[in-house]
């Protein structure tokens, strides 16, 4: 059965850094697209961002500068560097895959058939 454990959520203050993980229990072959979106209270979720196999990266516009996504070089995990917190980040962090690849839509969720439980990051100003 594929998994995907997101863990590294936490408390922090508002300009503070976390580092959320993702460990992905499956082997793909060829491309593939895996990401990270996120539910803040009382809103829809939203992409955060995603990375395919070769690499390639796309964020949502508002992360792009302060959050990281990458991949271990070994072993299947991901990585979201997150830095320049604010309160409006304070959410629940979702590690979701895409075993074709990057679709058309980015964030469009059923496009994603594999999710994680998720992990709260909760950021106070």
């Known amino acids: 059965q594929v998994q995907l454990v997101e863990s590294g959520g936490g408390s922090v203050e508002s300009g503070g850094s976390l580092r959320l993980s993702c460990v992905a229990s499956?082997?793909?072959?060829?491309?593939?697209?895996i990401g990270w979106f996120r539910q803040g209270p009382g809103k829809e979720r939203e992409g955060v961002a995603v990375?395919?196999?070769?690499?390639?990266?796309n964020y949502a516009e508002s992360v792009k500068g302060r959050f990281t996504i990458s991949k271990a070089r070994y072993g299947n995990t991901l990585y979201l560097q997150m830095s320049g917190l604010k309160a409006e980040d304070t959410a629940v962090y979702y590690c979701?895959?895409?075993?074709?690849?990057?679709?058309?839509?980015?964030?469009?969720?059923?496009?994603?058939?594999?999710w994680g439980q998720g992990t709260q990051v909760t950021v106070s100003s």
């Open positions: 979701a895959v895409n075993v074709v690849g990057c679709p058309t839509w980015l964030w469009r969720e059923s496009d994603y058939a594999i």
């Open positions: 990375v395919d196999a070769n690499g390639s990266t």
């Open positions: 499956l082997r793909t072959r060829g491309n593939y697209c």
